[in-house]
């Protein structure tokens, strides 16, 4: 009796296992095979008429005819980094210390050696000395920032131009190429956000000179540098006169006719 009624009976697990066939129907259904092809799927293109596989299409600088070294975008890179150009695209302090470290070194080395030996008696005006000397080397500082601003102007203006000219092998053949949508987005937003901040500082760096360059020869052409004089002293016998040799004072005290003008007080104590 136990065994007929356990035969009735048997496992749920046994009873819901489907069968084998209905097993591979389920699983074709629910994970269909991907054919996979033999080479990436970016470098193939099937066209509608023809089953072979044609090659991408070519990118924007693929079918550009501007030689290399004269496309804006490698332009900009060897700029930024190029002496000295890329300094006005670094950090504002190291920019500034470069300008401050230029200016002071041809001051001192250059400025100061030809202003302080190449005048007669510079020891007499020290401070007009010292400015003309600082006036040389804001000067230089002046022109080596007036060559980076040309430089960086030339390169934003080549960004934002929908055209670009070139030459293929020399100067007598120049040509103009309109630059595809593509090159003309991705170079204008360069030369939009790296290229005009560069610019607008050289800008300001040019006025800061330009002002620093007026106030510093007004200062040496003023009394203010005239103020500051030093004399020698009267005690000191190297400013005498030299026994044997030519002096106003002992030509006036023998011969007081020859000079013209009224003669000094020393000649009517005589």
Known sequence: MATTVLRHFTPISSSLKPPSHHR?????????????????????????????????PPLPETDCPVPPEQQPINEYQSLSSSFPFSWASGDLIEYSTRLFVTGATFAVFVGLPVSWFGSIGPEYEPVKRILSAS????????????????????????????????????????????????????????????????????????????????????????????????????????????????NDESARTFEPEAFCGKPSLDDDDL
């Open 135 to 246: 006036s040389s080397g804001i000067f230089v500082v002046t022109l080596a920032v007036v060559r980076m601003y040309l430089g960086w102007a030339y390169v934003g203006n080549r960004l934002l131009s929908a055209t670009v000219e070139y030459e293929e092998t020399g100067w007598y053949d120049g040509q103009v190429w309109v630059k595809t949508p593509e090159v003309l987005a991705r170079d204008r937003l360069l030369g939009s956000f790296s290229v005009k901040p560069v610019l607008a500082r050289l800008k300001n760096t040019l006025v800061i000179l330009g002002l620093s360059l007026i106030l510093v020869v007004n200062l040496s052409n003023s009394p203010f540098a005239s103020a500051y004089r030093t004399y020698k002293d009267p005690t000191d016998r190297s400013s005498m006169p030299i026994t044997g040799a030519y």
């Open 24 to 56: 591979r129907f389920l699983h074709n259904n629910l994970f269909p095979k991907i054919p996979l092809p033999s080479s990436p799927p970016s470098l193939l293109n099937f066209s509608a008429g023809n089953s072979e596989p044609q090659p991408p």
